[in-house]
């Protein structure tokens, strides 16, 4: 078992800036890459951004690229997203996830086994 929380939602203005984190605690964290999931009010939950487990390798789904990026510290069983230039669309709920894998980060949801609970992310316009 793995177990993810989030932390660092918050109301910001556009243009300005939050980071997340996501701590776990558990199984061996360096066995997992690790994503950044959002759901939106009324849609689905889509893929944000994901780390290979020695963040030898990230992607990003192209709405936010150049502005979000996605770090983790091995060491203290971390994975961040600083999120930069918010819009109002990414209002939503980030939820962190952890899949078993030694390869690149995927981007379906059916990938990855342990989720945390979600932190609320407002952008006012």
């Known amino acids: 078992q793995v177990q993810l929380v989030e932390s660092g939602g918050g109301l910001v203005q556009a243009g300005g800036s939050l980071r997340l984190s996501c701590a776990a605690s558990?199984?061996?964290?360096?066995?997992?890459?690790m994503a950044w999931f959002r759901q939106a009010p009324g849609k689905e939950r889509e893929f944000v951004a994901g780390i290979r487990w020695n963040a030898a390798s990230t992607s990003y789904t192209d709405s936010v690229k150049d502005r979000f990026t996605i770090s983790r510290d091995n060491a203290k069983n971390t994975v961040y997203l600083q999120m930069n230039s918010l819009k109002p669309e990414d209002t939503a709920v980030y939820y962190c996830a952890a899949d078993p894998t030694l390869g690149q980060p995927r981007n379906s949801e059916r990938e990855y086994d342990y989720w945390g609970q979600g932190t609320q992310v407002t952008v006012s316009s």
């Open positions: 558990g199984r061996t964290f360096t066995r997992y890459a």
